[in-house]
Each structure stands twice: as structure tokens, then as C-alpha cells.
């Protein structure tokens, strides 16, 4: 059993397990936003907050440390680590922020550069955050299992942009791509191929982001917040889905589904074991290469695991401190053991 970081407003919470559970709770008021893992150096985890900028803990997050000179906006939205050439090495740190911008940091968090030909790119102009026009940020990072340097950065609203190079150069959103990805992915068992879960549906690409596609038949919901594909089999693919924002996120107001689909067959529930979909907010899901068909899946009902790749779902009996999962899960991520 891997041990789980849990995103909220209120903390970040990590479970950990030897013969029972116990949970720390650490950045509190500072309202966490995201989080990412070196697994080259899997006690570098990384913390981004929505007021108070970028924490850094090298002991697998029992302790944090604000790191982050050079990076120029408090508000950091989405992190990513990407690996290396050397195995051994440290891997290669993205930081996405509001107002959008991505700084980079080969070594550890210690420094930063701003990679800022993204801000360079044509369609720019038309980024903007519905709910905050004035502004928009790095929705998430993803950067590639498979090719060293190649990572994919989604603007909330307007892009699906891409790096090549470790961000020293850019390639602009194609035609017929996601303009609101909320969540990606990609499979070291699929070089290439892109899962985008976003606010205008599910897209794939097979060729680095080159051309896409929306393969949607039997999603009912079109919205959706969250994707994991089985860390096992590129073709098993789950995500969370709702009608629209006002369903994904607030408790009061939330519907929230899970769908799965396998290769060449439609979607369908993947809700077998998980709470009813009316007042629960929309999942968010981690997988560990080392955990065949195991995902994870937290949302203001709890946290949930599935060892048959998402075809049935068994909540954890964990006891989280107040306020918990009350206002939904911003993210989740596994540790190693």
C-alpha cells in the first residue's frame, strides 16, 4: 500500500499506512492548490498554494520548506515533475501559475527560470478564466512518461500548449484540440498518446498532440475534471465527469458521475462502490506504476481506492481532521513506499 497525498483548501493531508493509518496535516491557511512527486528522488514532493507560493519537502513530505526564487506570482496553479536523462539524477520541476506563466527548475526547486516564450504564442489574446476574465492561469502540467523534455500545458481557458524542448520553445493549440483541459495524461505503455479531460469533453491524440480526437460515445456528462488510465493498460481510461462547473465543485450543488471505457468499446458508470453522484463534488484520481489496476479517487465523500481498474471502488477507513474533505479534493498523488 503506497501511502496517499490529499489536496483540500484547508490543508494538505497525507496517509500513510503501517499497521493502521495515521494522517498528517500540514500547510494549513495556506490554501494548497496542487502537487507533484519526483519519482527519481521520491522524497522530493512538491506543493503549490494558492496565496502563498511553492513548498518543497525532502523527506517524502513530513516536512516543508517555501522555495521558489524566481517564480514571481504567490498563486501557483499546477506542478510537474518530468524525468531525466539520468536516472539518478534530480528531475526536472514545472511550475504553472495565475496570472499563466511556467517557470522551470533543474534543481530542485533551489532556482527558477521563466519560460517565457509561452507568453509568446499567438492565441494568448484569447486566453481568459470565465469566472475572472481579467485573468487566466496553468490549469495542470503534464509532463511525458516517456520522451525526456516533452511536457503539455493547459491554460484555463483557451489552450493545450506544448513543449518539445523543456520549454524553451512552444507549439501553439491545433485545430480540433481541448480549449479547456482541466486534467491530462499520458502511459509509458502508449509513447505519444494524450488523454485531456476538460470543460468542453475527452480528447486523445496518439501523435504528441498533433491531431486529436473526441472519442465520446456513451459519456452522458460532457464536463469532466478528472482522468487516470490503469497504470497496467493504456486502453482502460476513467474520468470524472458533471453537466457543467456548477455541478463539479461545490458540495451543495454537486453531481458528479465516473465513467470507464476500455479499447473499442463506449463508455460507461464506473460508480460501483462509490457514493450516489447528487452532493458529491467531482473526483480527482492518482495512480502508482508499481499498483496494476489500482487507482485512487478523492472527493468530499472520502477517499476510495479500486484494485480491478475502476470496475468496482472500496472507500479506506481513514479518520481525517476536521474540516476534511468538506469542500471537495483540489488533488490527489501516491508515494511510494
Same mark, same amino acid.
Given at each position: ?9 484547508? *490543508?494538505?493531508?497525507?496517509? !500513510?499506512?503501517? *499497521? ?9 491557511? !495556506?490554501?494548497?492548490?496542487? @502537487? ?13 498554494? #494558492?496565496?502563498? +507560493? ?15 526564487? +524566481? ?41 527558477? #527560470?521563466?519560460? #517565457? ?20 492561469? @496553468? ?26 524542448? +523543456? ?55 460532457? &464536463?469532466?475534471? +478528472? ?31 465516473? &465513467? ?23 473526483? !480527482? ?43 471537495? @479534493? ?8
Amino acid at each position: 500500500m503506497v501511502g496517499i497525498v490529499v489536496v483540500t483548501r484547508a *490543508a494538505l493531508l497525507i496517509a !500513510r499506512r503501517a *499497521a493502521n493509518w495515521t494522517v498528517e496535516e500540514h500547510l494549513g491557511g !495556506r490554501s494548497p492548490a496542487c @502537487v507533484a512527486l519526483d519519482l527519481q528522488r521520491p522524497d522530493n514532493v512538491y506543493c503549490g498554494t #494558492a496565496r502563498a +507560493g511553492l513548498f518543497r519537502s525532502r523527506d517524502g513530505g513530513r516536512t516543508w520548506d517555501s522555495v521558489g526564487p +524566481g517564480i514571481h506570482h504567490p498563486m501557483v496553479t499546477a506542478l510537474a515533475v518530468g524525468q531525466t536523462e539520468h536516472a539518478d539524477s534530480l528531475g526536472t520541476v514545472y511550475a504553472g501559475t495565475e496570472p499563466s506563466a511556467v517557470f522551470r527548475s533543474d534543481t530542485g526547486g533551489d532556482s527558477w #527560470a521563466d519560460l #517565457a516564450s509561452l507568453r509568446a504564442l499567438p492565441s494568448t489574446h484569447t486566453w481568459s478564466f470565465p469566472p475572472r476574465p481579467h485573468t487566466h492561469h @496553468v490549469r495542470w502540467i503534464e509532463t511525458d512518461v516517456s520522451v525526456a523534455g516533452r511536457a503539455f500545458v493547459a491554460i484555463e481557458a483557451g489552450a493545450l500548449v506544448r513543449t518539445f524542448d +523543456g520549454g524553451q520553445t512552444w507549439r501553439d493549440r491545433v485545430r480540433g484540440g481541448p480549449y479547456d483541459t482541466h486534467t491530462a495524461a499520458t502511459h509509458a505503455h502508449a509513447p505519444g498518446r494524450i488523454y485531456s479531460a476538460a470543460g468542453d469533453g475527452y480528447f486523445e491524440s496518439t501523435d504528441a498532440g498533433d491531431s486529436w480526437r473526441p472519442p465520446d460515445d456513451g459519456l452522458r456528462h460532457r &464536463y469532466l475534471i +478528472g482522468v487516470a488510465v490503469d497504470p497496467e493498460d493504456p486502453d482502460v481510461v476513467i474520468v470524472s465527469a458533471t453537466d457543467g462547473p456548477g455541478s463539479a465543485y461545490s458540495p451543495r450543488s454537486a453531481e458528479a458521475y465516473v &465513467y470507464r471505457k476500455t479499447s473499442g468499446k463506449p463508455w460507461g458508470p464506473a460508480m460501483t462502490g462509490l457514493p450516489e453522484a447528487r452532493g458529491t463534488t467531482a473526483s !480527482r484520481f492518482a495512480t502508482q506504476v508499481s499498483e496494476p489496476g489500482v487507482i485512487y479517487a478523492g472527493n468530499n465523500r472520502g477517499l476510495f481506492r479500486s484494485d480491478d481498474a475502476a470496475q468496482s471502488w472500496k472507500a479506506l477507513d481513514i479518520t481525517w481532521p476536521a474540516p476534511g474533505f468538506a469542500d471537495g @479534493v483540489a488533488a490527489l498523488a501516491c508515494l511510494p513506499e
